[in-house]
């Protein structure tokens, strides 16, 4: 009997993209009885997709499957993998990454319904990857090397990420100590280079990047728009932090500048439940593009913000919010230039909390060493366990209802936790799954579309 057999169909896939081959060249091999480094992080990333909190659980769940996998390597194998990490070696494993997610978007381009390109407030963004740029808190229990006391009277880390929304990956995550600022403008230029690396033909690509009000700085905003060739095409959204002047200028506009904001679906709202207007020429700072629009949202203010309510918004009876963008039309999306659309366009960059939570229950929920470089190395191994886990769904599982979107708990307890039976027959082994779980034809499903991918060499 083989426990949490679903970690067959992460390992073929890892295997078929050629994920284990390009890990190959990152780590340094060794003669006799030494273990396949590559290897040992595939496996590390999958346990972490299994529900593994810590290197030991990885090799008490690797122990478990050594009949599926044959001889595991022990925790203090892993933890001198990752202690063993430097710099060149997070940049080729960051070079691997992004080797496999290029053979996985050409597959996915292949498919029958094509990339995942996203469809917002009825506009499909065809041609259009967007990348949604948040921070988070991950606390700890214990003193460990850069945790340290948070903005949010915490302890712990303070990491800066990047993540796909239209396939739902982590493109890239900057760990940093609990005491780093919000609107560190150099961390996030960072981590823009760092996706960018990530995405396939990014240097030709149309992209979107969506930060909030951390994002709203003179040097990122300068850096989105340096990205702009002649062949790649960049537009951001950014929160935007209002000041006395900002009011100022929405207290100017008639009521007649105020239009129906949209619903996600393209429907309009209630004209009493929210507004938008342009603000762009009112208030111009100085120092900022002179490409830049700021729109403001309005919206009648709920119970939990009755506290924190200004003079402006008291006499006004609306609770006022201001994005700043570059969009003056985005290639390819009829009215892309509306205030409407974009004000939708930049409030759907929410869903980057599902990303922060569904990463924390990959593995990111506390980071288990007292190291740094283990826990960069940790983290690493998180992102890849985020990426199978999203390849495994696009792939393979893109029509199965109530899979297509999981998360992650309810893909272990439907596909990775399966038990199944491993029989050996004709010089062949046989994972034999119980007929009447509800989701073994999904798995069975996913083994055959998986296996009839091209083997990567």
């Known amino acids: 009997m083989v426990g949490h057999s679903g970690a067959v169909l992460l390992r073929r896939l890892a295997d078929r993209s050629g994920l284990v081959t390009a890990l190959t060249g990152v780590f340094p091999t060794g003669g006799s009885g030494w273990r396949d480094r590559a290897v040992v992080f595939v ?59 290029r053979i996985v978007w050409t597959w996915l381009a292949l498919r029958p319904q094509a990339f995942a390109w996203l469809t917002i407030a009825g506009k499909l963004l065809k041609g259009w990857v967007i990348v ?70 990014s240097s030709s690509a149309k992209l979107l990047f969506r930060v909030d009000g951390a994002g709203a700085t003179h040097d990122l905003h300068e850096h989105f728009e340096k990205l702009n060739t002649m062949r790649r095409r960049v537009r951001f959204t950014t929160g935007w932090t209002i000041t006395e002047a900002d009011e100022a200028a929405i207290a100017q506009l008639p009521e007649a500048a105020w239009e129906t904001s949209l619903k996600q679906d393209g429907s309009p709202h209630d004209p009493d439940h929210s507004g938008v207007a342009e603000l762009t020429g009112l208030n111009r700072r100085e120092g ?44 390819g999306i009829p009215g892309s230039h509306q205030i409407q659309w974009i004000d939708a366009l930049h409030r759907h960059h929410a869903v980057v909390e599902d990303r922060v939570r569904t990463n924390k229950a990959m593995g990111l929920h506390n980071l288990p060493a007292k190291s740094w470089t283990m826990n960069r190395g940790w983290t690493a191994a998180a992102n890849l366990a985020a990426d199978l886990d999203s390849w495994l769904r696009l792939l393979a599982l893109h029509d199965q209802d109530g899979l297509a979107d999981a998360e992650p708990q309810t893909m272990r307890m439907r596909i990775y936790h399966q038990t199944g039976r491993l029989a050996r027959h004709a010089r062949l082994r046989h994972l034999r799954l119980e007929a009447t779980w509800p989701w073994a034809k999904a798995f069975t499903l996913a083994w055959e579309r998986l296996a009839s991918l091209p083997q990567v060499t």
């Open 288 to 331: 900022w593009s002179d490409g830049l629009r700021l729109i403001v949202r309005r919206v009648r203010p709920s119970g939990r913000h009755t506290e924190n309510l200004t003079d402006l918004e008291k006499k006004t009876g609306w609770k006022y919010s201001v994005i700043a963008t570059n969009i003056t039309k985005m290639w």
């Open 43 to 101: 496996h590390l990333a999958i346990s972490i997709a299994l529900g593994a909190r810590n290197v030991l659980e990885a090799e008490h769940l690797g122990r478990h499957q050594h009949w599926l996998f044959g001889p595991v390597a022990s925790d203090s194998t892993v933890r001198r993998l990752l202690a063993g990490l430097d710099e060149d070696m997070f940049a080729a494993l960051s070079r691997a990454r992004a080797k496999a997610r």
């Open 132 to 201: 949604d740029i948040d921070a988070t808190i991950i606390t700890a229990a214990s003193k460990k090397e850069g945790a340290s006391p948070t903005f949010k009277r915490t302890f712990g880390f303070h990491p800066l990420a990047a993540w796909c929304a239209n396939t739902q990956e982590c493109l890239a995550m900057l760990l940093r100590p609990g005491s780093a600022g919000s609107n560190t403008a150099a961390d996030h230029i960072t981590v823009v280079a760092q996706s960018l690396h990530q995405i396939p033909g």
